[in-house]
């Protein structure tokens, strides 16, 4: 409870001083914006969730930070569509740490993965010998 009351008191604060400086129609703007934008995070969160399913599928990332980047993705989403300044700043501060991870993900481990993967393929593929056998057994019963 006390945490709860901690929150608000912020959130109050926070809100009347950036209210105060961009007015009523800017804060009107934001809170419509910043509701936009957590409602198209959350409606692109499939494809995010596929690609963590894959990289955690060619090994290229751990259970526990395919957990952190789903759970922080929605959370941030769902603060970003919560009206107030606070809960704005936390949601786009969550999305930014996600979105970081996943870029490096993307472009240097799961690329990484998926050439390893390959390779392991190919390896596997020079092991094997095309012959043709053909049989010198001319009699039939």
């Known amino acids: 409870m006390i945490y709860f009351l901690i929150y ?20 009107f703007f934001e809170i419509l914006l910043s509701a936009f934008f957590g409602i198209f995070i959350l409606m692109n969160f499939r494809s995010t969730f596929k690609e963590n399913v ?4 060619y090994r290229c990332i751990n ?5 952190r980047l789903n759970l922080f993705s929605i ?21 930014f740490g ?6 490096v993900n993307r472009y240097n481990v799961k690329s990484k993965c998926k050439t390893d993967y390959e390779k392991y393929k190919n390896e596997k ?12 057994n001319t009699r039939t019963k």
């Open 54 to 57: 894959m990289a955690v599928s």
């Open 63 to 67: 259970l526990e930070e395919f957990q």
């Open 75 to 95: 959370f941030g989403a769902i603060l970003l569509i919560l009206p107030g300044f606070l809960t704005d700043i936390i949601g786009i501060l969550l999305q």
């Open 125 to 136: 593929d020079i092991d094997v010998i095309d012959v043709e056998i053909i049989s010198d």
């Open 8 to 27: 608000l008191f912020l959130e109050v604060l926070i809100s009347v001083n950036i209210s105060s400086v961009i007015g009523g129609l800017g804060t």
């Open 98 to 103: 996600v979105i970081t991870t996943m870029l």
